[in-house]
């Protein structure tokens, strides 16, 4: 396989798992203590990351719990969020403007908040009130802290055996990224240059096809694209679909995932160019068959960890060029 790591990405997925306990901590503390209700607060990738379990939290829970864009919370407010409140955020570099903005705020209100944090020292790991330093593992983070709050609630009582069964993700995750590899190869090749393209998920899977759409493709590679969801499609987007349109279908399997068939049967007729990423076409025998749906997210992360490299080759672009963010003074 082109450029593929395999002893980094077991170690990066590893460093996720080990932040789990100290989430846990974190979370069971606040919970002795009491609190009103819960914020999932981010901006770009973050808020996509938080989408993803907000999904699952707003289908499996009781939970008082709103998402807010940072820049827009800042801007606007929230009349829910108070002395009560706990905020969780994440910020890989650990200076977001908008995120540090956000943290300052939400403090001059009196609620507390938990940070992932990439940078130990950065003025975010000082700023919040828990911290939790690492850069690995996004979806371990926000996985462990939702449903911790869910299991100390009452209301998702397999969580210690969730976490059991996830310890198998780092070399079940290596195995689908070795499965996918040919297919994302294949359509980064075909689609490179491609003038347009359109992603669509729902359900847990949503947040993420914005965000590869969003902070991946556009950001990183500067390529056009538009994200709709499964449920929007048919409100607008589909009009402009045609034989020549590149859509990408993100699929998993929670309960949104009639909604996709439903956009896939419509695509298939129209566009000679749909692409489907679909969970359910891998095997992870070492996951229980009921928590699949829970763990689509980490799956198609993984496939689209392997779209990036051969577009990135293909390209002739590499990631980590930016002409605009944090090049200019905005």
């Known amino acids: 396989m082109f450029n593929f790591k395999e002893k980094e990405f077991l170690q990066t997925e590893q460093r996720g798992l080990d932040i789990i306990k100290d989430v846990e901590n974190i979370v069971d503390n606040i919970c002795k203590e009491g609190y009103g209700n819960l914020f999932f607060v981010g901006i770009g990738g973050t808020i996509a990351y938080a989408k993803q379990t907000e999904s699952i939290v707003k289908s499996h829970s009781t939970l008082n719990l709103h998402v807010e864009n940072a820049a827009d919370l800042v801007a606007l407010g929230n009349c829910h969020l108070n002395k009560d409140t706990i905020v969780i955020i994440e910020s890989k570099s650990g200076d977001t403007k908008e995120i540090v903005d956000a943290v300052d705020y939400v403090h001059t209100l009196g609620a507390k908040v938990i940070g992932y944090i990439g940078d130990p020292e950065s003025i975010l790991s000082k700023k919040v009130d ?12 926000w996985f462990s802290a939702s449903l911790r709050f869910m299991y100390n609630k009452g209301e998702f009582d397999d969580y210690e055996d969730f976490i059991n069964n996830i310890q198998n993700l780092p070399a079940i995750l290596c195995q689908v990224q070795k499965d996918a590899d040919a297919k994302c190869e294949d359509y980064a090749e075909k689609y490179k240059d491609a003038p347009i393209q359109y992603f669509i998920g729902s359900g847990n899977l949503e947040g993420w096809a914005y965000c590869y759409a969003m902070c991946i493709l556009e950001e990183m590679q500067w390529m056009r694209t538009k994200f709709v969801s499964g449920s929007n499609f048919f409100h607008g987007t589909l009009e402009v679909i045609d034989r020549d349109t590149s859509v990408i279908l993100f699929i998993g399997e929670d309960n949104s995932r009639q909604i996709m068939n439903r956009v896939d049967n419509f695509v298939q007729k129209i566009s000679a160019n749909v692409t489907v990423f679909d969970t359910k076409d891998y095997t992870y025998d070492d996951i229980d068959e009921k ?6 997210p ?11 490299v051969h577009l990135e080759h293909k390209r002739r672009h590499p990631l980590a060029i930016r002409r605009y963010y944090r090049c200019l003074d905005y």
């Open 130 to 141: 828990y911290v939790v330093n690492g850069n690995s593992g996004p979806y371990y983070f």
């Open 298 to 308: 980490f799956v198609m992360r993984a496939i689209c960890q392997r779209i990036s």
């Open 291 to 296: 928590y699949r749906g829970l763990i689509s």
